[in-house]
Nanobody, 121 residues
Framework: QVQLVESGGGLVQPGGSLRLSCAAS????????MAWYRQAPGKQRELVAS???????NYDDSVKDRFIISRDSGKNTVYLQMNRLKPEDTAVYYC???????????????WGQGTQVTVSS
């Protein structure tokens, strides 16, 4: 069994910062790309940022220069540092990881349960 557990969401004022964490645990052989998605009310889930193993990052244009994605491969953990937050960043944030559970299996996508981020004064 594999689990992704997110933490770090909350309420923050516009212009503030938050740091999200997502740790993968369980029966894991290798973790490939890790990513953050978000879903605002009434909208489709969208990709915010991703980071490969060994560490190439990509960002949606809406968060470029404000958000930083990073990972600690030794801990199977991905982070999202969110700076200069805007009300339009309000959403449930989900992490996703491409995980291979053993040398005998193909990799599959796993999702976290989501964490709420609200940007409001």
């Amino acid at each position: 069994q594999v689990q992704l557990v997110e933490s770090g969401g909350g309420l923050v004022q516009p212009g503030g910062s938050l740091r999200l964490s997502c740790a993968a645990s369980g029966s894991i052989f290798n973790v490939y790309t890790m990513a953050w998605y978000r879903q605002a009310p009434g909208k489709q889930r969208e990709l915010v940022a991703s980071v490969t193993n060994p560490g190439t990052a990509n960002y949606d244009d809406s968060v470029k220069d404000r958000f930083i994605i990073s990972r600690d491969s030794g801990k199977n953990t991905v982070y999202l540092q969110m700076n200069r937050l805007k009300p339009e960043d309000t959403a449930v944030y989900y992490c996703k990881a491409l995980i291979q559970r053993s040398v005998y299996t193909f990799a599959s996508d796993y999702w976290g349960q989501g964490t709420q981020v609200t940007v409001s004064s």
